[in-house]
């Protein structure tokens, strides 16, 4: 049996943050942060990381034509679940009433949404279920220490989503197949060490005092390899030639590591999907926002052969090389969305600017 992408959504939230806006509290500029790593603006969300993912997840199920109803298992990829118990995926099954789906996280960072797709493919190839729902969704903001001008300038939130069925025609597309894996000597490079049950809970504070361990140069470095090496052997596992690659849509955390990637790959600019100047980096969500971005805008017309490749903490890496579906008009439309905000984005995280960096707030 093969699988392959029949429906995609995302969701993005009202709320953007331009880089100006964060250099009124951050020790940063417009310029410094475009220059680095080609962030123009991202986007706060003003609710839960689930309130994100069932929007993305309901605009990809109408996208392929279905009801939440026949969805049969939702893999949410995420590191800022809603809540530990139950999952975030148990939030999103409320939400979009697909009562009839076994639902579970993931974590593997940023690159949560390759390894959650691998596992959809393998349900639906086994023929264990017929429909499945693969979630990347992120609520980094929640997380970030805004005392820290290194890392809180280059994320954002946000969540995109596609379904994954059998495939019974050479136009409908194939996932073909993946490298995944992690290299765990790697793991102190990026972390946010003890936030689980490695934290003392009872220490006043604690969990707001969060500090990331963030060593960007090395994972800079890391991920342009990690992420080349998976793409050069899933184009061979999969039985193609690099030239059959048409598209790569790689982990948006930084334009330099992408056009690093690109450089490794030895591809031309046009094959790769570039988003990162208006989203930052959304973790597990990169990816499939890239994607719905890529098709809605017309840089993917349909039945292109892409690779999806990324990297996160861990090192945790993937790519995956698929043949998208020959006609990617959506089949249905929905008009799920997040609730109404009047704030700004700066808003959003006024609690953490209250608590991270007082001193900043008259600055606002
Ligand atoms: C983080 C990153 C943009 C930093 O770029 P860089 O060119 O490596 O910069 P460095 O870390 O060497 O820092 C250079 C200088 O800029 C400063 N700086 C760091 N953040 C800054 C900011 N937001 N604004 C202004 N200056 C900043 C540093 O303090 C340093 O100053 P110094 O030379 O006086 O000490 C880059 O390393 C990167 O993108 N790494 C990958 C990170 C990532 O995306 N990780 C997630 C993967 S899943």
Not at 93 to 104: D, E
Not at 211 to 220: D, K, N, S
Not at 341 to 354: E, R, V, Y
Request: with cysteine; proline share 3%; net charge negative.
């Amino acid at each position: 049996m093969k699988s392959t992408i029949t429906g995609w959504g995302k969701c993005s939230p009202q709320s953007v943050m331009t880089n100006d806006d964060l250099a009124k509290f951050i020790d940063t500029s417009d310029e410094w942060i475009k220059q680095r790593t080609g962030i123009e603006e991202r986007r706060y969300c003003h609710v839960n990381n689930s309130d994100m993912a069932s929007v993305a997840g309901q605009h990809a199920v109408a996208c392929a034509g279905l009801t939440p109803e026949d969805i049969d298992v939702i893999i949410l990829a995420t590191c800022t679940p809603d809540s530990l118990i139950p999952s975030a995926a148990a939030h999103v099954q409320k939400k979009m009433g697909a009562i009839n789906a076994s639902v579970y996280d993931i974590n593997a960072a940023c690159a949560g949404f390759v390894y959650a797709m691998e596992q959809g493919k393998a349900f639906i190839e086994s023929g264990l279920y017929k429909k499945a729902l693969v979630i990347g969704s992120e609520h980094i903001t929640w997380l970030l220490d805004w005392s820290d001008r290194g890392t809180a300038v280059l994320f954002g939130d946000g969540a995109g989503a596609v379904v994954i069925e059998e495939s019974t025609d050479e136009s409908e597309g194939e996932i073909y197949s993946f490298v995944n894996g992690l290299s765990s000597e790697k793991l102190e490079i990026l972390e946010v060490p003890n936030f689980g049950s490695a934290m003392d809970r009872f220490k006043p504070d604690e969990a707001a005092k969060i500090r990331w361990t963030f060593e960007g140069p090395e994972i800079f470095k890391s991920g342009v390899r990690a992420m080349s090496n998976a793409s050069k052997e899933v184009v061979q596992k999969s039985g193609l030639k690099e030239e059959d690659i048409d598209i790569v849509i790689p982990h948006q955390a930084n334009l330099r590591i992408i056009e690093g990637l690109e450089k490794a790959l030895g591809f031309p600019n046009s094959k790769m999907i570039k988003k990162v100047h208006r989203y930052g980096n959304t973790s597990a969500a990169s990816i499939p926002l890239a994607l719905v971005d890529a098709i809605e805008e017309g840089e993917i017309k349909g039945g292109e052969t892409a690779i999806f490749t990324a990297v996160g903490a861990g090192l945790s890496w993937g790519a995956c090389a698929l043949k998208l579906k020959q006609d990617l008009k959506p089949k249905n439309t929905s008009n799920a969305k997040l609730s109404d905000f009047n704030g700004t984005a700066i808003d959003t995280i006024m609690k953490a600017i209250k608590y991270q960096i007082p001193e900043k707030l008259e600055q606002i």
